[in-house]
């Protein structure tokens, strides 16, 4: 597999992260605070893919990193963004904050101390001419940590919570906004960031049958329609002609 889909689903997710991180240092908006670390997130797990597939390949420490930001703690806090967008009170935010940040540490010492499998090597080889290591392959997470292992098990169950809570926050979102001529702008970038949040989420099929092409494509693709989305949704109207 090349690297290129995965390193380009990289930059994507950097350049949406690092906006969001500017204009919360600007705005001081917990909504875009949380986004932008889950921007990040996506954005270190497609960086550990892209080194998992070239020479000489996967290590535990980089399966465990794509799959800890990849599959497991990213949607959650994009959820939890849209939690802070449309909560009125922010003490409801900072409870869902406090419980995401505790599902995050169980989930990191689980995903850090879960056995893998010995196709990913933990010291990789020095190679020889015409010889090869790891890269190029992807592995799931049944090939790495075994079927029934907490570690895939947390990733099924967080982002599919995490993906429920978004798109109907998102969709309840846009549903207020409806029949609103002055908030349309906002209306189309909201539908934009639902239907990318729907493309990334599917990506874990294409995770879950072994296809990185696949699975990088989606979230490059998702990941760039949330940030069309975004910049629609947060753009200035243009003010009424005289």
């Known amino acids: ?33 949380i986004w932008a670390i889950a921007l990040l997130m996506y954005a270190t797990a497609s960086g550990a893919l892209t080194l998992g597939v070239m020479e000489p390949g996967w290590t535990p420490a980089l399966f465990r990193t794509y799959w800890l930001f990849g599959a497991v703690l990213n949607v959650p806090y ?35 101390s879960a056995p893998v499998d010995p196709i990913i090597s933990a010291a990789p080889p020095s190679l020889g001419p015409g010889e090869h290591g790891s890269g190029g392959a992807f592995y799931t997470g049944r090939e790495v940590f075994g079927e029934g292992a907490p570690a895939r098990t947390l990733a099924m169950i967080y982002s599919y919570t995490g993906t429920a809570v978004l798109v109907l926050g998102i969709l309840w979102s846009a549903l207020g906004m409806r029949g609103r001529p002055d908030l349309r702008h906002r209306l189309h970038g909201t539908l934009l960031i639902a239907g990318g ?41 243009a003010a009424p002609r005289a």
């Open 1 to 33: 597999m090349t690297a290129l889909v995965p390193a380009i689903a990289t930059a994507i997710s950097l350049a949406f992260g690092i906006h969001l991180l500017v204009r919360f240092a600007r705005r001081r908006r917990w909504a875009e605070g």
């Open 78 to 112: 994009l959820a939890l963004g849209e939690v802070y967008l449309l909560s009125r009170r922010p003490w409801v935010g900072h409870l869902g904050l406090a419980v995401v940040l505790a599902a995050t540490a169980y989930a990191t010492l689980v995903v850090r």
């Open 197 to 237: 949040a729907l493309v990334v989420a599917g990506g874990s099929a294409f995770a879950a049958a072994g296809n990185a092409t696949g699975f990088s494509l989606t979230l490059a693709v998702g990941v760039a329609v949330m940030y069309r989305g975004f910049l629609v949704a947060t753009r200035r109207p």
